[in-house]
Each structure stands twice: as C-alpha cells, then as structure tokens.
C-alpha cells in the first residue's frame, strides 16, 4: 500500500475553479489536462520572477524523475500566506496542475498538499 | 381574458416581425459588445464591415470569425485566460429592434471555465463608456492603493496585425524572448493590464504610479507639456495626463520597443498609448480604458479594459527579482547557445 502511495498518480480531469497566473506559460504547459504527481521536494527556489520546485517522483518501476514545478511570483504567493519556509527541501508533498507539452517534465502548480493536510492554492483573487 | 388574448396575439404577432424587419446590413458598424460569465462582466468593441462581399470583424481591435444570415449572427472570439492558455468564445444571436442577443460559450481547454451565458450588443458611442458618470473627481481622489478585478477585460488574443508586426511575431518565442522572465521591465502597455495591486500617488502637479510587478514606478506629468531635453525613450516612455470631464487621459510616447504581452507582438518606438481613467460615484472603484496606437505594427488598434477596487487592506510589496530560474534550467537544457544567437531579437 505504501509503495503504491509511492507510486506516480497522474490523473487528468477538468479543472473547475477560478486559477491564476499573471503571464503566460502557453508556450511551456498544457490546459488540455490536470495531472498530480506524490514527491518529495529536492530543490527550492523561491524569487521572482517565478518560483520554482524540484519534485523528485517515483515511477512504477521505482526509478526517480525529477519534475520541475513552477508557480507565480514571489509577491502573489506571499499576498496568500505562500512564504518560503513553508516548502522546504525533503518535504513530501502532492502537487496539482498543468502539465508541460510533449511530455516534459515540467508542471504548471494549481495546487500542493503539505503533509499535514495544509493546501497552498496558487490563483489569483475572485 | 379577452384583452388578454388579444394583446398576446398582438404581441405575437410583432415579435417575428421586427425580427424580419433586420437585414445583414443592419449589423454594420461600431456595437458595445457585453457578456455576462456567471462572476463578472466583460464589455469590447465590436467593429463589422462588409469588406470584398464578405464580412470581417473585429473585438478590441483584434480579428474574430463572423457569419451573418438575415438576422442572425455567429462570432468566434479568441482570448487567453489569466494563467495565459488560449480559447474561444463561440457567440450566437439576433439583431433585434437594434441590438443584437444571444447567448455564447467558452470551446477549448482553459484554466478559467466559463459557463454558457447571454450577450448582448447595442451601437457604439465612441467610446462614452465610461464617461457617463455624474462626478468629476479632484485629482487627488484617485490616490490609493488599488487591486485588479477580473470585470471588463476581454482580453482578445490575436491582433490585427501590418506585415512588419506579423514577420516580427513568427519569430518571436515566447517566454524565451520575454522580457520578464530576465528580469527586464515589461514597460507599457503590459504593466499597466497586469493583475498584481499598484498606488498612484498625486503630489506637486504629477501622479506617480507604483506598480507592485517588478517594483516599476511610473511618472505622470500634468502640467509638462513634453518630455525635457535629451529624456531618453524607455519602457515607461514620457506620461502626461489631463482631464477630460471625469476622465484622466493620459497619453504615453517616447517608449522604447517591447512586446505588447507575452506573446511577443510588437511595440514599436512610434506608439502612443492612451489610458482613459474614471473613478465610481463612491471612490471605490477605477476603470481603464487602454487603447494602442502603432500603425507599424497594428492595422486596428488594441484595445484592453482594466477595472480595480480600492484597497486600504493591502500594501504594495517589494518585488526583487533574481533571473536564475530562467537562465540555469536552459543551461541545463542545452539551450543557451540558441539562446545567445537570438539576443539581436531581444531588448
């Protein structure tokens, strides 16, 4: 079971709230799906103009990929209660959002479940 | 009951016959086009001409798809989305004692779902939109710190491009000729359709603007006529604002080329752009209407529609701004070199 937790989950369905961003990654990521990916953070990198994570995801066959997760500016996630401590460098999280075209490893953050329940939303103000 | 049946009768038979009364001719000309999402209002300017016995048409300056059979019209309308994914908006309707109403929907995958909802279009009066309104503010009124909504805005996405604003956007890659993602100021008219908060401050004849986004302060001369000797063009360019009944108009030139967004449309050094600024009855809300002038580059004029509200809560945070997270992966990417060989394309 808990390997199966280990595992990569990568569900795609709509999306149905009100996401955000401030410019465009139409070039980098996809809105045809959703995915979520279980990992443990490898690689913290919390500055404008984006802020990047390191996901290191196991696959089936128990190999590590690493995904590059990027979300908004440091100034709209900290607006959110989004600090830089909150993520930190082995943390194991569960992260939703916009895959990267063709297969890159690459994520566009809608949303991280912290451990202990805590989900950080990366959108903008209704 | 008799009188009744009688006026619904009449009523009836009314009713298909102002609709045979609008021809495709009828839709010809400058609409105010709105639509209603289930949170918000957006309103465009919708221009339908009849070019070579086919019709063209245009949302805030920008291209749609239009058909038009009697009375009955079809617009396809491309925008992107606040996270900057691309889709449609499919309209149908019916000119109606002239006005034209429908209902559209969203096609295509987007971060912002749409529900399906009504439009509507009534006849254009250059642009008195947002001049209507009864008080004309003291120019210190619209001081404040102030957060984007998401009302108004279109946000078309293609443009009615000349052949130079077209050769210039083939080549063009976005995010890796972005000026942001470097570090390097969006400048006008970007900054100012950005959603992140910005204050104006109103002292000693001029406004300063503060935006929060890349920490950029932007000056506003009211009574400078033109830029002094030798002020270099920059992403800013020179800013003088006057108003106009309870509108601050505020005419920008002297800018130094960028991209209009992340798309990478040009703006050329011979742009003007135009903000027309009206604060609501109460103070507490402010409305943009954003106009591109640039014939190099834009056969019609872009147009964009910003609204926020004030806000007394928040605080304009800092925004330092380290370019590492763009240059390290596309070194580790192996892209650098491709990236070098473009900078004649960058600025």
């Known amino acids: 079971m808990l390997k199966l937790f280990n595992l990569v989950f990568i569900s795609s369905y709509l999306f149905s709230g009100v996401a955000v961003g401030h410019h465009s990654f139409t070039s980098e990521f996809t809105a045809e799906k959703v995915i979520t990916l279980h990992g443990d953070i490898q690689q913290v990198w919390f500055r404008n103009p984006h802020v990047r994570y390191l996901l290191s995801v196991k696959t089936s066959e128990e190999e590590s990929v690493t995904w590059d997760l990027r979300g908004s500016p440091v100034v709209w996630l900290a607006r959110k209660g989004w600090t830089k401590d909150i993520i930190s460098l082995g943390d194991k999280v569960i992260v939703e959002g916009y895959p990267g075209h063709d297969g890159r490893k690459m994520l566009s953050i809608i949303k991280v479940t912290l451990s202990d329940g805590t989900v950080l939303i990366d959108r903008a103000p209704e | ?347």
Request: charge should be neutral.
């Open chain 2, 1 to 347: 009951m008799k009188n009744l049946n009688f006026f619904i009768r009449v009523i009836t038979l009314l009713i298909p016959c102002c609709i045979l009364q609008a021809n495709e001719f009828d839709f010809e000309g400058r609409w105010i086009l709105s639509l209603q999402d289930k949170k918000r209002t957006l309103i465009g300017l919708l221009e339908i001409e009849k070019n070579d016995q086919a019709w063209v048409a245009y949302l805030e300056g920008g291209p749609v798809e239009i058909n038009i059979k009697q009375n009955q019209i079809e617009i396809l309308a491309d925008s992107r989305d606040v996270r900057g994914f691309v889709f449609n908006r499919r309209l149908t309707g019916f000119l109606v004692n002239k006005q034209i109403q429908g209902r559209y929907q969203q096609e295509g995958a987007a971060a912002q779902k749409e529900e399906p909802g009504p439009w509507s279009a009534v006849r254009d009066r250059k642009h008195k939109s947002t001049t209507n309104l009864p008080k004309i503010p003291k120019p210190e009124e619209i001081s404040g710190i102030w957060t984007a909504t998401q009302e108004l805005d279109f946000r078309k996405y293609s443009m009615s491009l000349t052949q130079e604003g077209k050769d210039w956007l083939e080549q063009y890659l976005p995010y890796y000729d972005q000026p942001d993602v470097r570090c390097t100021s969006i400048g006008l008219p970007a900054l100012v359709t950005y959603s992140f908060p910005f204050e104006i401050i109103f002292s000693n004849g001029r406004y300063t603007f503060l935006y929060e986004y890349q920490s950029k302060v932007r000056r506003i001369w009211a009574n400078t006529e033109s830029p002094g000797s030798f002020m270099p063009p920059s992403r800013m360019g020179f800013s003088k604002g006057v108003w106009e009944g309870n509108e601050l108009v505020i005419k920008t030139q002297l800018l130094e080329k960028t991209v209009r967004d992340f798309r990478g449309e040009l703006i050329s050094e011979n742009a003007i752009i135009e903000e027309r600024y009206s604060l609501s009855e109460d103070g507490q809300t402010l409305t943009a209407l954003i106009i591109v002038d640039d014939p190099d580059n834009y056969q019609r004029k872009p147009i964009r529609r910003r609204q926020w509200v004030r806000n007394a809560s928040t605080e304009i945070f800092p925004y330092s701004c380290d370019p590492d997270s763009f240059y390290i992966p596309m070194y580790q990417d192996g892209e650098m070199q491709m990236y070098i060989d473009r900078s004649p394309l960058r600025f």
